[in-house]
């Protein structure tokens, strides 16, 4: 490398470092500010049940006369939750969070959520209008969603003064009775069809299951109900990642004041006497892989037109002739990473045959890719799907999720969960797609 090259690889790296020093440094600044300055709340206000247990709540007061109920989700609450709880505060708008699994001794999870019915969550909301003398609004974020959907739904069972309570705000909920199948549509819990009452729902556009929002949305409205949506763009979740990124902070910041807004929006509806019947399915149900399986849904390989990770485009419109193992991944998916040194190894052992291996990372920041590489070693390509709309097109709700197209450019078999891809089973398998 010559002199003057040298310089310019110094300049190059000297801006890289700069620009990566000015991201923390905003990102810190975001934490201290925005997202916000937030301070935790010092006291916990228990509420007593009728069964004799508790219900433990972390509230953020404010003087206002509307107060949210705020559910956990299945990951429990994080710092990005109590400042978003904070900034709502600052609008008049008090706020408890609850973690209701935890109050219930029961471990953090969707299995775990999905067991409550939803009766104590009515009973704080009457503990908490009579304290208070507020009005209620009941919130929650990905399967949180349900609690506050069930909660609201026996509290109004319960025949309560319904004037008490406006309706319910959604943060890109997760209300699947079980992860369907590859290739085949979902089905959502019965609260979902069961409700009449206005709901407010921020919806992240790069959510896992956005292609799935307007089946729910039709759900939701199936007794007319006032379904209200904002899509919140360039982001999976508002909540789920732990280090808030520059697309959350954007979208973050006027949130408080939106929710403000919508409040006084489903507050001009008269919220309904009598609740809608519920019909309970007590059937186990899952759509979860945990072997190879042969693709049961709908669905054809369609052509690939992505953004490698070097900036090239990677093509592919012809599928036979080949065996091609196409997965969909994310950074933020333990059992995507778990898979990824079989998935090397199965490579290795197919060398010399016409198989080839597409990894599909799904809406990340190429930044975040980069400093996963770095200490992960992929070795096939790792494509771009930055909007997530190439995975929503394949039907993907769930991560991983992998295809297997045999010869002919059919789908031969798929599975929706980490597997040991180079196990001999499996490589047998795969190798009957050779002909």
């Known amino acids: 490398m010559s002199h003057r090259q040298l310089i310019l690889q110094y300049g190059i790296n000297k801006m890289k470092f700069i620009f990566t020093q000015m991201y923390h440094l905003i990102i810190s600044l975001f934490v201290l500010t925005v997202y916000s300055t ?5 006291l916990e206000i228990n509420i007593p049940l009728e069964t004799g247990d508790e219900l433990i709540a972390e509230p953020y007061t404010s003087e206002g006369e509307y107060l949210i109920l705020w559910f956990a989700p299945e990951y429990g609450f994080r710092d990005t939750h109590r400042s978003m709880a904070e900034g709502l505060s600052q609008q008049g708008i008090e706020v408890w969070l609850s973690n209701i699994q935890e109050s219930l001794f029961m471990p953090n999870g969707s299995s775990s959520i999905k067991q409550i019915n939803g ?12 304290t208070t003398g507020k009005k209620i609004i009941v919130a929650g974020d990905s399967y949180g969603s349900v609690l506050a959907l069930r909660g609201v739904y026996q509290w109004q069972k ?10 319910a705000i959604l943060f890109s ?6 992860i369907p199948t590859l290739g085949e549509s979902p089905e959502y819990l019965p609260i979902v069809s069961s409700i009449n009452f206005p709901v407010m729902i921020y919806q992240a556009k790069n959510s896992a299951i956005i292609s799935q929002f307007e089946s729910l949305l039709d759900k939701l409205r199936k007794n007319d109900s006032p379904i209200y949506t904002r899509y919140l763009k360039n982001i999976m979740s ?17 949130l408080p004041g939106s929710i403000k807004k919508m409040i006084h ?26 072997q190879l399986k042969s693709i049961k849904g709908n669905i054809t390989p369609l052509a690939i037109n992505l953004p ?21 991944w994310a950074t933020w998916c333990p059992p995507c990473i778990e898979e990824i040194p079989s998935l090397n190894r199965l490579k290795e052992k197919m060398k010399g045959k016409s198989f080839e291996i597409i990894s599909i990372n799904y809406a990340e920041e190429k930044e975040k890719i980069d400093k996963f590489m770095q200490q992960i070693k992929i070795d096939f390509p790792v494509l771009l799907d930055k909007d997530g709309n190439y995975a929503n097109q394949w039907n993907v709700v769930s991560y991983p999720s ?3 197209i045999d010869t002919n450019g059919h789908i031969a078999y798929g599975v929706n969960a980490a597997i040991e891809w180079d196990s001999d089973e499996l490589q047998q398998k795969i190798n009957l797609l050779f002909k």
């Open 38 to 42: 937030h301070c935790y709340a010092s």
């Open 119 to 130: 009766e104590e969550i009515a009973e704080m909301i009457d503990y908490a209008h009579k």
């Open 158 to 167: 319960k025949g309560s003064e319904n004037s008490s309570v406006i309706g």
């Open 173 to 178: 909920p997760y209300t699947f009775a079980f």
């Open 238 to 254: 508002l909540f789920y990642e732990p280090e808030p990124t520059l697309h959350m902070i954007s979208e973050a910041r006027t």
């Open 265 to 290: 929006v489903l507050e001009k509806y008269e919220f309904p006497e009598t609740s809608v019947a519920l019909i309970i399915d007590d059937s186990a149900k899952s759509g979860i892989d945990t």
């Open 308 to 328: 490698n990770f070097d900036n090239t485009f990677f093509s592919k419109t012809d599928y036979k002739n080949q065996v091609t193992l196409i997965n969909f």
């Open 402 to 404: 992998t295809f297997i």
